[in-house]
């Protein structure tokens, strides 16, 4: 039987029918002008209630809130006009700029009130990068869940955190490991107390010991700053283990050996050269009898690295600064401490990781710089905060120390002891590091192509933390060495920014980088005799005799300049002083008599050391493939010697060329062809070489010049050089 068809106005409705049916058209979502941000977050629907919506109350129990705008303003319906200019989008800005992100990411997760407090700051004038770090910390967190008792919020609560072993350290495992969801070390070391005389066994003496930590305070210490200086002298007195272990005074002591004249500090009395290897030979044995990792053993493996750099071992060096980031990430010194356990830190321990960690992380960029490889830890992998700046460390005397032995003569003159300032020196050596480190990041493991806007970028972050250094670590002449040692390294690593584009010039800016480089390597020089002047080079940080050799590449190129001429002189005599402290300081110094050997230049009369020359090994003077000298051999001069105009990054027609695409030039330069810096253009470039970043063949002067670069004009007067233009080089070229 078929039910016949009525009409719909005739249609009966049974109660429930028509009830439902009004539930439903209540029930249904209402359009709402702005949803809230956890709404949003989670792409769930949104009543649009003020000041709590109705989901986040109800269905998810969390806290609801707002876009500060939102609230007052209606939502815009119009729709944006089409981005017409070559301008950058927001989020495009955000992606180059990781403070600018973490800003941004931080307003668009707080509250209204928090949101407030990040806006004001920045209408303030406070440095985004600093602003960032304070919110990395103070990240907004997860609201805990009803059933915060199940067995997948226990799990979320170990899974990437933090963990205390029972030794006390800590350990830190990333969210894709499960080796630190439960404890399986063995029993834990018994640490004793340790005599306060007894944390060496290759003296008993304790005016020597006084005497080396004095001197390791006063001249290394205030520089790299790899620890506590309070808490290891307060534990060293006490015997405590704690911050203090027979490895870390060990590898100390070996690096204090360096500064000391004493015999007692070296393994063979009559031979200076063996300064500090008996401490340091106590230090290895130590290491290899006790591999676990502490806060004491990554300050102890920092402390070795120097020491077998400032010996010339670079290679050790190295693999010892190796150790001691990884053993920093190991802790997970890097990151801040939350998650289970995370109370039983004391403040002094958390202030000495930040100590530690920080330390670790300029030694390891100045590392990358100096040996030219990708640094062991990406600046944006960090969220630890800086040190805390206390007025009772930062008011702190420095005092230049002095020898009062009768054996050894004062190589200071006596000054009126400073303030100190090591905590907000280390500020700015970190904030300096930080740029540098994506700078590296930029030279060795590229993501997109090179531009001379990025050059420009990197320049002006460069010289805004320059301008922007507090007026107690400016350059004065009773300013502390650390001071000098601090704006030596700023100089360098605004030299190496410019130094592989040496062959170019900029087509929209004046700012010329081998201007940039003269100037800075000028500006390190002066430092050096300011120094030497002040304090005598008998006790320098290490990182000056790298300083002295990058301005000394320059100076060769400058010749004969009368300013290159004085300046390279003089650099040369500081490198020969300096080896009474640094070994490494010779080996500059050679390298720099060698290259200028290479590249058949004649050095000033009073660099000209007919001893050290005779003593070089003697290669032939054959062109190297990576810099060929150009120009003419001058007539004799006045003295009736003979010398080059000056040395031309460019090559000339019977030179050697890359074997990219035939006859082609090298796009960079570096005047250490054989040092491994991948700074030269091969036939596959991989992803560690900087020439990667351009994507094309060295000739394509037309696609260079889209990306803002233009083949450089040498001549200047005051180089002596004669210039090529870009008609010489399309000669060159074909």
Same mark, same amino acid.
């Given at each position: 039987m078929v039910r016949p068809l009525l009409p719909k106005d005739e249609r009966k409705e049974s109660p429930t029918t028509s009830d439902s049916a009004?539930?439903?058209?209540?029930?249904? &979502?209402? +359009?709402?002008?702005?949803? /809230?941000?956890? /709404?949003r977050k989670r792409k769930s629907k949104c009543d649009g209630t003020v000041p709590h919506c109705s989901t986040c109350i109800a269905v998810y129990h969390t806290e609801c809130h707002y876009e500060l705008e939102a609230e007052t303003a209606p939502r815009r319906k119009v729709?944006?006009?089409? &981005?017409?200019?070559?301008?950058p989008s927001p989020s495009t800005s955000r992606d180059r700029d990781p403070a600018l992100a973490t800003i941004v990411a931080a307003i668009a997760t707080a509250s209204g009130g928090e949101a407030t407090e990040i806006v004001a700051r920045i209408r303030s004038g406070e440095r985004l990068d600093a602003i960032a770090d304070s919110l990395k910390d103070h990240s907004v967190a997860l609201l805990a869940r009803t059933d915060s008792h199940s067995l997948e919020a226990d799990f979320a609560d170990i899974v990437g955190t933090h963990t205390i072993n029972r030794s006390g350290e800590t350990r830190?495992? @990333?969210?894709?490991?499960?080796? @630190? $969801? =439960?404890?399986?070390?063995?029993?834990?070391?018994? #640490?004793?107390? =340790? !005599?306060? @005389?007894?944390?060496? #066994? =290759?003296?008993?003496d304790p005016g020597l010991i006084g005497h080396l930590l004095d001197l390791y305070f006063a001249w290394q210490?205030?520089?790299? =700053? $790899?620890?506590?200086?309070? +808490? %290891?002298?307060?534990?060293?007195?006490? @015997? &405590? !283990?704690?911050? /203090?272990?027979?490895l870390l005074v060990n590898a100390l002591l070996a690096c204090a050996c360096n500064y000391s004249d004493r015999p007692e500090a070296r393994a063979h009395a009559h031979d200076p050269t063996t300064a500090g290897n008996h401490f340091f030979a106590e230090a290895r044995r130590l290491l290899i009898e006790d591999e676990r990792s502490s806060l004491t053993a990554v300050q102890a493996l920092g402390l070795m690295s120097l020491r077998e750099s400032s010996a010339g071992r670079d290679s050790s060096g190295y693999q010892y600064a190796g150790r001691c980031m990884r053993m920093a990430l190991e802790l997970g010194l890097h990151l801040c401490f939350a998650g289970v356990g995370a109370n039983r830190l004391s403040p002094t321990e958390i202030e000495v990781r930040k100590i530690t960690f920080w330390g670790a992380f300029t030694l390891d960029t100045v590392w990358s710089i100096c040996i030219g490889r990708i640094s062991q830890l990406p &600046?944006?992998?960090?969220?630890?905060?800086?040190?805390? %700046?206390a007025d009772a460390i930062e008011q702190k005397p420095w005092t230049a120390y002095v020898e009062s032995d009768a054996g050894a003569a004062a190589a200071v003159v006596a000054a009126p002891a400073q303030t100190s300032h090591t905590h907000k020196l280390l500020h700015q050596f970190c904030f300096l590091s930080e740029i540098a480190n994506d700078m590296i990041v930029m030279f060795y493991a590229p993501r997109e192509r090179f531009t001379s806007k990025k050059l420009l970028d990197f320049y002006a972050r460069y010289t805004q933390w320059h301008q922007a250094l507090p007026s107690v670590l400016a350059i004065t002449p009773d300013a502390t060495p650390q001071v000098f040692c601090l704006h030596m390294y700023y100089h360098t690593v605004v030299l190496y920014l410019f130094r592989p584009f040496l062959k170019v010039d900029l087509v929209h800016s004046p700012v010329s980088p081998r201007a940039v480089c003269t100037t800075s390597a000028e500006r390190i020089s002066s430092l050096a005799e300011a120094y030497r002047g002040r304090y005598s080079l008998r006790r320098v940080c290490l990182l000056m005799t790298h300083c002295l050799l990058s301005s000394s590449t320059i100076h060769l190129l400058n010749l004969p300049a009368p300013g290159a001429a004085r300046h390279l002189t003089h650099d040369?005599?500081? $490198?020969?002083?300096?080896?009474?402290?640094?070994?490494?300081?010779?080996r500059c110094r050679r390298i720099v008599l060698l290259l200028a050997q290479k590249w058949q230049i004649t050095l000033p009369a009073e660099a000209d050391d007919a001893r050290t020359r005779a003593a070089l090994p003697h290669t032939p003077p054959s062109p190297s493939p990576a810099l060929v000298p150009y120009g003419r051999v001058a007539e004799a001069t006045d003295s009736g010697r003979t010398r080059r105009d000056s040395v031309d990054l460019l090559p000339s027609d019977d030179s050697p060329v890359s074997s990219i695409g035939g006859n082609l030039v090298d796009f960079f330069w570096t005047p250490f062809p054989h040092q491994g810096v991948p700074l030269q253009a091969t036939l596959d470039p991989g992803p560690m070489d900087i020439s990667a970043m351009l994507d094309v063949r060295s000739s394509n002067w037309e696609q260079y010049s889209r990306d803002g670069f233009k083949m450089a004009n040498v001549t200047d007067l005051s180089l002596g050089g004669q210039g090529m233009t870009e008609e010489d080089w399309a000669q060159i070229l074909r």
């Open positions: 009004a539930e439903a058209k209540a029930a249904k &979502r209402r +359009c709402v002008s702005s949803a /809230c941000l956890p /709404c729709a944006l006009p089409k &981005r017409t200019d070559r301008s830190y495992f @990333g969210h894709t490991s499960s080796l @630190g $969801l =439960v404890s399986t070390e063995d029993d834990p070391p018994v #640490r004793h107390y =340790v !005599p306060a @005389g007894s944390w060496t #066994r =290759v003296t008993a210490h205030p520089f790299y =700053v $790899l620890f506590s200086k309070e +808490c %290891l002298l307060h534990d060293m007195a006490q @015997g &405590r !283990p704690k911050y /203090c272990s027979p &600046r944006t992998a960090i969220n630890v905060k800086k040190p805390t %700046l040369l005599r500081h $490198l020969q002083e300096m080896t009474a402290n640094h070994a490494f300081a010779e």
